[in-house]
């Protein structure tokens, strides 16, 4: 018999609503309850919802807190604080910041004796694990990652707190002529340029200056500026009718030369049409590992790389070693 992994979500937006439909497909885990900064009567969930500031009351009544904050305004202190207090799993995903980031909650879940697993999801998370694979089984060789096509969130706030942008949503496409030389063996050295395109769709105020505008978004250093962009602008009805989904997906490539100078090529692929929701259901997987891995002693910091594959199946070992080894 399986035991029931009590689940909190802490930040109930598009990811943490993605969370709660993955515990409701998985038969070992249990929502326990939503902790929000919002006022709890805003908030419609089965589970009890619970102002973040009385977390604490539920030591004994979570054994798993999903963090669904954002990387850049929430998880630098709201990790740490979770940390000391419960095992956690977040997706922090600020790539240059991890080891930073890492050591921070190392330390905060090592004093309160917890588990904390960070920066899961499809990257960092599943296409970190399929860059080590690739990289490790063909050392004489090169990878890359591609994403999209797929809505960026965070450069659509970029474009929307732009001065008379009413509305916006930004896709990151992969450079179909540089994927092509990919798969075709080549292992060149690419430039953002080289590798992603970015494709904006705005709806402007009735007197905004477009031109302006296009000019703000293609110069936006650390966004922009390093890609080909183009923009263009649409009107209301439009962007509700063909972009308010939240699809994206890409893929990791590796070619490399084995033995005798033979060619081989591994590939991971996602193609998603709910972003949060599927990186609900991965952060929901790595919340069950991180349970079996606390129960067996392990404490501190942890990543996907740390985490053994079978962790994250509600089977058993024989079970899977039956069905799917």
């Known amino acids: 018999m399986r035991d029931t992994i009590r689940i909190g979500i802490a930040g109930y ?35 009890p919802v619970v102002p973040v500031e ?5 030591r004994d009544k979570i054994d ?45 879940a090592r004093k309160g004796s917890n588990l904390s697993l960070i920066s899961t999801g499809w990257d960092p998370g599943l296409f970190s694990m399929a860059r080590v694979l690739f990289g490790s089984i063909l050392p004489m060789g090169k990878t890359y990652t591609f994403w999209g096509r797929g809505v960026s969130q965070g450069h659509s706030v970029a474009v929307r707190r732009l001065p008379g942008v ?3 949503v930004q896709y990151t496409v992969p450079v179909p002529e540089t994927v092509e030389r990919i798969q075709q063996g080549e292992t060149p050295v690419l430039t953002p340029r080289e590798q992603h395109m970015r494709i904006c769709y705005v709806v402007p105020e009735p007197e905004a200056d477009r031109g302006a505008i296009e000019t703000a978004i293609k110069t936006m250093p650390g966004y922009f500026a390093d890609y080909d962009t183009t923009v263009h602008f649409i009107t209301e009805e439009e962007f509700a009718a063909d972009h308010t989904g939240m699809p994206h997906g890409g893929f990791v490539i590796s070619t490399g ?23 609900g259901s991965v952060l929901a997987a790595y919340a069950r ?31 899977l070693r039956k069905r799917l080894l």
């Open 13 to 47: 937006g598009n990811l943490g609503r993605g969370v709660e439909k993955a515990i409701a497909q998985s038969p070992d885990l249990e929502l326990a309850a939503v902790f929000t900064r919002r006022r709890p009567d805003q908030i419609e969930s089965e589970a």
């Open 54 to 58: 009385e977390s604490g009351d539920y």
């Open 64 to 108: 798993v807190m999903i963090l669904c904050g954002s990387s850049a305004n929430d998880l630098p202190a709201q990790g740490p604080m979770f940390a000391s207090q419960f095992n956690t799993v977040d997706s922090f995903d600020l790539h240059a910041r991890i080891p930073e980031y890492f050591e921070t909650i190392d330390a905060a």
């Open 166 to 168: 009413k509305q916006a």
């Open 257 to 279: 030369i084995t033995g005798g100078g033979t060619k081989q090529q591994a590939e991971f692929r996602l193609r998603l049409e709910n972003n949060p929701e599927f990186t």
């Open 289 to 319: 590992a991180v349970y079996r891995l606390h129960r067996e002693g392990k404490t501190g910091a942890c990543t996907v790389l740390d985490v053994p594959l079978g962790y994250l199946s509600p089977d058993s070992p024989p079970e």
